[in-house]
């Protein structure tokens, strides 16, 4: 069974074989963790996400990991909070999912996460947390053996603090 870990640390310094980027629609780089991922990688990341065509909420596409430790990079789009009645949880279950089948697919074993929508997207932390941590787990028994270990990244105490009771 895979490993379920969180850290309290910065996603760009993680030595996995993929990071996934909380990044927007457009793919073409934004704030928050979407920019210290794209300036750690360096522009190569952006050249790659050009011709990516963007991203739906809740898909996910990769691309090499440029100047990261991280030999991949996968890109997902995590819903904006708009409170709640818009299948935000779906959709945040769905990134995460997402994540993780191509993730997969590339043979990828070591995965890190940042806490997907909860910056300038506005999910709720404790709610976003959970859906994290039981999307991740239902991913691991549907798919077993094939993930070593998911690493959540916390930037923020609060976030660290729901996950590490989450993880318990
Ligand atoms: P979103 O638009 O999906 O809300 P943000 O980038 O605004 O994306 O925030 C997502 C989460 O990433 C937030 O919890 C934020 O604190 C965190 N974050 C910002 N920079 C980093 C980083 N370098 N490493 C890990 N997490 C980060």
């Not at 457009?26 to 190569?44: K, N, R, T, W």
Request: some cysteine.
């Amino acid at each position: 069974m895979a490993k379920l870990s969180v850290i309290k640390g910065d996603i760009t310094l993680q030595e996995v074989d993929a990071i996934v980027n909380a990044a927007n629609t457009s793919l073409l780089g934004g704030g928050g963790v979407d920019g210290a991922i794209h300036l750690a990688a360096g522009p190569g990341l952006l050249d790659a996400c050009r011709k990516l065509n963007g991203c739906a909420t809740g898909e996910a596409k990769i691309t090499e990991g440029f100047r990261l430790p991280a030999e991949y990079v996968i890109h997902t789009v995590g819903p904006i909070w708009h409170g709640g009645n818009n299948q935000e949880g779906q959709f945040l279950s769905n990134a995460y999912y997402n994540s993780l089948v191509l993730a997969v697919r590339y043979n990828v074993h070591t995965i890190a996460f940042p806490n997907i929508s909860t910056g300038v997207y506005g999910f709720p932390k404790d709610k976003a947390a959970k859906i994290a941590v039981e999307t991740v787990q239902r991913f691991n028994g549907e798919h077993p053996g094939k993930l070593e270990e998911v690493r959540f990244v916390c930037f923020d105490e609060e976030n660290y603090n729901l996950y590490d009771a989450l993880l318990k």
